[in-house]
C-alpha cells in the first residue's frame, strides 16, 4: 500500500487522499485517521511520513512502521535522483518552469477534495455547525499566516470547549 501511495502521489499533500482512500475502513476508522492527520501536522518533520508511521503501526504495530517507512522513503528518493539528474539538463527552460506552476491548482483540488470528503464524513456529521465553525476559524488563523502547529492547537483545544 505505501509503494502504492508514493510511486502514485511522490508529494506529502497529495499522499493523504490517496492514502485515505486506501486505508480507512480497511486499516483504520476515519476517526483515527483524521487523529493521525492532525497530530501529524502537530509534530515537527515530515507529515507524510508520519502520518505513513501512524498507519503503519495501525495496521502491524511496529513492523508495520517500518514497513511504512521504507515504502513511503524509497519510491521518492529514487524519483527524486532520476528526475534531477533528468531535469539538470533542463534547467532555465521555460516550459518546465510553466509546469511546475501548472501542478500548483491541481495539488490544491485534491487537498480541498480531501477536507471536503472529511466535513461530509459520519464522524464530523454528528458535531454539523461546531465542525464548520472550527473549519471557519481555522482557515481564518491560515489565511493571516499563523502558524499551522498553532492552529492545530488552537482548533483542538476548541474543540475540547465546544464539544462538550
Not at 512502521?65 to 534547467?91: N, R, Y
Not at 458535531?127 to 502547529?149: M, Q
Request: no cysteine; aromatic share 8%; net charge positive.
Amino acid at each position: 500500500m505505501f509503494l502504492k501511495v508514493n510511486l502514485m502521489t511522490t508529494s506529502g499533500p497529495a499522499s493523504v487522499g490517496l492514502l485515505y482512500k486506501e486505508s480507512v475502513g480497511k486499516i483504520m476508522t476515519e476517526a483515527q485517521f483524521v487523529e493521525a492527520v492532525g497530530l501529524s501536522n502537530v509534530l515537527p518533520g515530515s507529515e507524510a511520513l508520519k502520518l505513513a508511521m501512524f498507519v503503519g503501526y495501525a495496521a502491524s504495530g511496529i513492523s508495520g512502521v517500518v514497513i511504512a517507512l521504507l515504502g513511503a522513503l524509497l519510491p521518492p528518493t529514487v524519483i527524486m535522483l532520476k528526475v534531477v539528474s533528468v531535469l539538470s539538463q533542463f534547467q532555465g527552460e521555460e516550459w518546465l518552469n510553466k509546469f511546475i506552476k501548472g501542478m500548483g491548482p491541481a495539488v490544491g483540488m485534491l487537498i480541498t477534495l480531501v477536507s471536503y470528503q472529511i466535513l461530509r464524513s459520519d464522524v464530523y456529521k454528528t458535531i454539523g455547525k461546531k465542525a464548520l465553525i472550527i473549519a471557519a476559524l481555522t482557515f481564518a488563523a491560515l489565511y493571516f499566516d499563523l502558524p499551522s502547529p498553532l492552529v492545530l492547537l488552537g482548533a483542538g483545544l476548541l474543540g475540547v470547549v465546544l464539544l462538550r
